[in-house]
């Protein structure tokens, strides 16, 4: 079943690569939020906007970022809500940010209790009835009234959100069972005016967050718990370190992840064709996910056409090993300093079979201008 | 001769090579891009220090990630460090954290391959 599984994602690998633009990019979070996850994910996704936007849109960015903390609040709120956390680990939360040509998308997705469904739906579609400057006096009102006592269910928030992002707030609710729903809620922030607001009574404009709970859905069945979809380059890989790091319970595993993670996002970095602006990064996809008990790593990547055999023969000379040979073969490289062999596989390849559970499997997709789309997938045995 | 000391960053090591103080340690994280650059000045001053070392020299590495391409620089540290041992009595100390499998392992494999005085020190 596990096989299956992977399969399906490097068959999906490649189109979510290729659905979005050059310095666009979608990050993808899934599980439990802490407060250490949660600034962590806003380091990442700074780090990225910052890239891709230039000084004068330096206020859109500020906007972004409160946005991105108000939404990241309300998720560990509603966690908070709701006292027994093993529903959290039944229903794990979203928050995805998205660049999209002229436009980011903020949305979350977590859990609320039914009865609460109600409250919040008349909260969201007061908000979203007023203008600006209405929106700026309801949220005088509720500041002046004191109602903010209980804990930020005034929805203050929520005005922000709109606020902020000068538009209207979509939300949907999908019912689980008799006693929770998922509540999606997305927050459309354009570049500039050309791009438009939000018209939540156009369900044309619904397709955004159809698509963040399609993505919710797909990251439940493979437990997947991140997607990145964009560049990379070395201040990410250090945010996602973080990330990892941040997930509570599995010292362990988590520094055997991290180990890998570490030679496969720098593999991409140093070896990955560049997009047309290097200083950005390397374009990519990187899964993280949970299948029995394994965390398997999966990457994707665009190489050139010549690289393919290299890195064929290097992974398979690595898969044909066995442990004690790849040991003896780990010491002799370390220990060749002058190897003018640049087909010599490196140990970058070497050390991600010694720690992967099971051979590293590839995979070479044809795209369109004749160069190859890199599946590479390593497996770490879950250790308590 | 002068102290080497170089403060830790997001991804390189903190280094201080201090033969006054009698300290010399490399700890955190190590997992720069460009291991080779980042790692040079340090070989560079140990070579210097091996002409004229201390009478004892105990070299701590207490890091916490590796990647690849930095092991393949420690590796070179520590053979430098047996140059050292020609002129001076010198001890490696590799520390690991009691869970990390891995960190022990590559001290492990560091200690089989030279010759100069090697522990493994496990820490809770």
Do not use: C
Not at chain 1, 64 to 69: F, K, L, P, T
Not at chain 1, 321 to 329: A, G, P
Not at chain 2, 95 to 110: F, N, P, V, W
């Amino acid at each position: 079943m596990a096989q299956e599984s992977n399969r399906n994602l490097f068959e999906e690998a490649y189109g979510l690569f290729n659905r979005i633009g050059e310095s666009d990019f979608e990050y993808v979070y899934r599980g439990y939020f802490n407060h250490n996850i949660t600034k962590k994910i806003l380091i990442l996704a700074d780090n990225s906007i910052a890239k891709v936007t230039d000084a004068s849109q330096a206020t859109l960015q500020k906007r972004i970022y409160y946005i991105m903390v108000e939404g990241l609040q309300n998720i560990t709120h509603h966690q908070e809500e709701i006292a027994n956390d093993s529903n959290f680990d039944k229903y794990p939360g979203i928050f995805a940010i998205q660049k999209d040509g002229g436009r980011y998308f903020i949305s979350t997705g977590n859990i609320v209790a039914n009865d609460k469904i109600d409250a919040l739906k008349s909260k969201l579609d007061i908000i979203n009835s007023l203008d600006q400057n209405e929106l700026k006096k309801f949220h005088r009102e509720i500041l002046a009234s004191g109602s903010i006592s209980d804990k930020g269910g005034a929805g203050l928030g929520l005005i922000e959100m709109s606020r902020k992002s000068g538009n209207k707030l979509l939300y949907s609710f999908e019912k689980l069972d008799n006693e929770f729903t998922y509540f999606y809620l997305q927050t459309m922030l354009p570049t500039d005016e050309n791009f438009g607001t939000v018209n939540p009574d156009d369900s044309d404009e619904h397709n955004t967050l159809d698509s963040v709970k399609l993505l919710h859905r797909e990251m439940n069945a493979e437990n997947l718990q991140l997607y990145f979809n964009g560049f990379f380059n070395q201040d990410n890989l250090l945010s996602l370190l973080a990330i990892i790091k941040s997930r509570p319970n599995m010292p362990l595993t988590t520094i055997k992840i991290s180990n890998v993670m570490v030679e496969m996002l720098q593999n991409i970095i140093k070896h990955g064709a560049k997009s047309s602006d290097e200083s950005v990064g390397v374009p990519g996809v990187f899964f993280l996910g949970q299948t029995g008990n394994e965390t398997i790593l999966t990457s994707g990547n665009i190489i050139n056409n010549e690289s393919v055999e290299i890195i064929s023969q290097r992974l398979d000379f690595v898969n044909g090993m066995s442990k004690e040979d790849l040991s003896d073969y780990y010491d002799d490289v370390l220990l060749d300093f002058d190897s003018t062999d640049a087909k010599r596989t490196g140990l970058g390849f070497t050390d991600l079979r010694i720690k992967s559970d099971r051979p590293l499997k590839y995979e070479f997709q044809d795209v369109e201008d004749g160069r190859k789309f890199y599946l590479l997938q390593t497996a770490v045995k879950t250790q308590k | 001769m002068e102290k080497l000391i170089i403060e830790e960053t997001e991804d390189t090591p903190e280094i201080i090579l201090d033969p006054e103080e009698g300290k010399f340690k490399i700890s955190k994280i190590s997992v720069p891009e460009n291991a080779v650059d980042f790692y040079h000045p340090v070989l560079e001053w140990i070579k210097n220090y091996a002409e004229e070392p201390n009478i004892q020299t105990v070299f701590d590495f207490d890091l916490e990630y590796v990647n690849t391409a930095s092991s393949k620089q420690v590796i070179q540290i520590i053979l430098l460090l047996q140059k050292v041992a020609e002129k001076g009595n010198v001890k490696v100390n590799w520390y690991y954290e009691s869970i990390d499998e891995d960190m022990k392992a590559l001290g492990a494999r560091y200690k089989k391959l030279v010759t100069v005085p090697f522990d493994l020190v496990e820490i809770e």
